[in-house]
């Protein structure tokens, strides 16, 4: 694949010389155009459009039809470098040698960017093309059947004895409207510039000839009266002396001066500005706009999803595919992935740095003096309790040492029951815990070891029970895990 966004590929059966429909040519006819007649082509990228103009039996250029475009790349504005994404603006003159029947994207016509003025810039880029397949990287995309309608309109003309056809771009139509809403782009002295040419077709009706000096495009110049030096054009170098036809000259300037009050009282009307569409990746006619499913919407060639985020715009990245076609990835270091939903949050990796999640608000407060014992001699190696069991009960019987080690989870409960009083606000954590019966204790030691001093009792008794898995103190806060479903809303609910 070539830098730009097409390349020959298989010669396609019939598409370069299909004929034109009966349909377009009862079009023409109605029009009083010939079949053979030149051609040329005007696009608009925000309103994304694309004109087909045709010259007339009268001589001169009239609209025969507009093809929504249905998708082009980029932001408004030139195409200034190569991988930029961006589609040309400016004038550019398509000869045959232009047109590519071996299109990989159905039919198509090159550009023929960066012409004489994007050279002069030092732009680059290459293989820019109107093109079907309603995919761009860079180009205009239209659809397959506009595509053979206006590869068939330009053949015509070639046969019919043209040389070339002029293909203008614009960012928008060049109103005094739109130019006012654009008036905080940066662009706005280089669209200008582009509304001059503009002005120069819209009043004659001919194809403006185009040249290029002092990086700037001149138009319909001609040697000055009395000279029969030809004129000598370089796009970079000092423009030579040279008229503008009268008639022209006047009309144009008719024009722009009614262009320039427009412009001038909406902008002391203060007329809103444009939305900037900057991180958005081109657009689409509202035609192909409307029927686009986003949430199900694929790229015919990348198989990249389509998502707008504001109207005729697409994003520059765009969307990974939904989640659940996705391979679900497996956690990492989920502190509680018991009471994790199952989805989205479970296969969120906590950070390390990340404090230790809660089991839940119903769970029971293990007392001050048990949790600090809990996470000094325990651990996380435990697992948490189910939240159920946080309820108060009756007293159980106390489980020995043995049964413990062998069922921890279960033992979880009976830390709580004697844990039971912290509830009451009265009650000190230190003297809840020196509450425990001591005989409970030394019976509990008695089935495994002699009896020792009562500091090694009271060590072994807190020893036994199974480890707080939070590792939090008393009447901490619990935290839910860095990352997950949960903290995220939580997040956004106290904001």
Known sequence: MLAGCDTDGVVPSGRANAPLSDKMIAELQSKHMDKDSPVLVRLYKEESELEVWKKN???????????????????????????????????????????????????AFN?????????????????????????????????DEQMVEIYALARESFFGGQKSFQFQAYPFRMTA????????????AFWKMLKVGSDHFEVTHQQPKVDVCERHYVFDAVAPDGSDKPLNFNPRGTCPVYDVPKEIAEAVRDKERQDHIEYADLV???????ESHRGVDGGMNPVFLAQLNTSGAYDARSGAPIATTAPGALPRTPNQPPAQVV???????????????????????????????????????????????????????????EPAAAQPAPKPARPSRTAVAQSKPAA?????????????????????????????????????????????????????????????LSGAQPVVPAGSFESRWSAFRSN
């Not at 002391?268 to 444009?274: E, G, H, K």
């Not at 497996?330 to 502190?335: D, E, G, L, R």
């Open 57 to 107: 039996q009268d001589g001169q250029f009239a609209l025969l039809k507009t093809y929504p475009i249905c998708r082009w790349s980029g932001d408004l504005g030139p195409k200034v470098r190569e991988g930029d994404r961006q589609a040309p603006e400016g004038f550019y003159t398509i000869t045959p040698g232009l047109m590519n029947p071996n299109s990989n994207y159905y039919l």
């Open 111 to 143: 550009t023929g960017y960066p012409n004489a003025f994007d050279r002069a810039w030092g732009r680059s880029g290459s293989e820019l093309m109107v093109h079907g397949d309603c995919s761009s990287r860079g180009c205009y995309a239209m659809t």
């Open 177 to 188: 409207r739109n130019l006012a809403r654009h008036r905080n782009s940066p662009h706005l």
């Open 268 to 274: 002391s009307r203060n007329i809103a500005v444009a």
């Open 327 to 385: 391979p679900p990835v497996q956690p990492v270091q989920v502190a509680t992935a018991q009471d994790e939903p199952v989805g989205l949050a479970a296969n969120v990796p906590v950070p390390r740095s990340a404090p230790q999640a809660k089991e839940g608000a119903a769970q029971a407060q293990t007392t001050g003096l048990a949790s600090l014992i809990d996470s000094i001699f325990g651990g996380n190696k435990v697992q948490a309790p």
């Open 412 to 472: 979880k409960p009976t830390m709580r029951t004697a844990a039971a009083p912290a509830a009451t606000p009265k009650a000190k954590p230190s003297r809840v815990a020196n509450a425990m019966p001591v005989p409970e204790l030394r019976h509990a030691v008695k089935e495994e070891a002699p009896p020792k001093a009562p500091a090694a009792q009271m060590r072994t008794a807190f020893s036994a029970p199974p480890p707080n898995k939070s590792g939090l």
